[in-house]
Structure formats: structure tokens, C-alpha cells
């Protein structure tokens, strides 16, 4: 079993940047794809982006694509979320997530294990 911490969130303006990461300790990361997911206050647990376990794939929620970067440090069992531009709407609880079997993985019941998340608030 693995056991996920997320850090990095705050508070930052409109048109800012932020790097949440999520460290893992228990097992070796290297053997989980790994995902990111958000949550609103009111609304459901939405995907953000995920990575494969070799880390050669990435992939993104549309409403991320092209502000946000997944990326991944097997040798220090850590992954990563480069958030840049980021609005209002992306506020929320930043979870990070791991899961046992290969392919991508858009909906939280495809994944194993989480973190506690990490807030993000992102003023106008």
C-alpha cells in the first residue's frame, strides 16, 4: 500500500502559478500510474491529468490542457503539477491519486489510493 501526501497549494491571483506535488512513501511510485484530480465545494471530483508509470505519457482534463504540466520523479517517489494561468475557476481541493493497473484513468473509482488533498484558491 502507498501512501500519498500532497503539498504546494495556497492562495494566488488570477494569472498566477502554482507547483502542488505529492510525495509517496509505502511503495515504490514507479509501480503506480498516478493522476490528479479537483474538487470544488458542491460539485463533483473532476480529473485535472495523469501520467503514466514510465512517465513517457500524459494526459489532461479539457478545461487544464495547455496551462497545466503533470510530470514525475520515480527516483524520489514524487509527482508533480506545474499550474500556470491560473483562474478562479480552478479553486478547489487538489488531490493527488495512484493505481494499480496500466492505461489511463479519467474517473476516481479507477484509482486505488489518495491523498488528503490540498487547497488551492485562485482570486479574481
Known amino acids: 500500500q502507498v501512501q500519498l501526501v500532497e503539498s504546494g497549494g495556497g492562495l494566488v491571483q488570477a494569472g498566477g502559478s502554482l507547483r502542488l506535488s505529492c510525495a509517496a512513501s509505502g511503495r515504490t511510485l514507479s509501480t503506480y500510474g498516478m493522476g490528479w484530480f479537483r474538487q470544488a465545494p458542491g460539485k463533483e471530483r473532476e480529473f485535472v491529468a495523469g501520467?503514466?508509470?514510465?512517465?513517457?505519457?500524459?494526459y489532461y482534463g479539457d478545461s487544464v490542457k495547455g496551462r497545466f504540466t503533470v510530470s514525475r520523479d520515480n527516483a524520489k517517489n514524487t509527482v508533480n503539477l506545474q499550474m500556470n494561468s491560473l483562474k478562479p475557476e480552478d479553486t478547489g481541493v487538489y488531490y493527488c491519486?495512484?493505481?494499480?493497473?496500466?492505461?489511463?484513468?479519467?474517473?476516481?473509482?479507477?484509482?486505488?489510493?489518495w491523498g488528503q488533498g490540498t487547497q488551492v484558491t485562485v482570486t479574481s
Open positions: 501520467i503514466v508509470r514510465s512517465g513517457i505519457a500524459t
Open positions: 491519486a495512484a493505481r494499480r493497473t496500466y492505461g489511463l484513468a479519467r474517473t476516481p473509482p479507477e484509482y486505488d489510493y
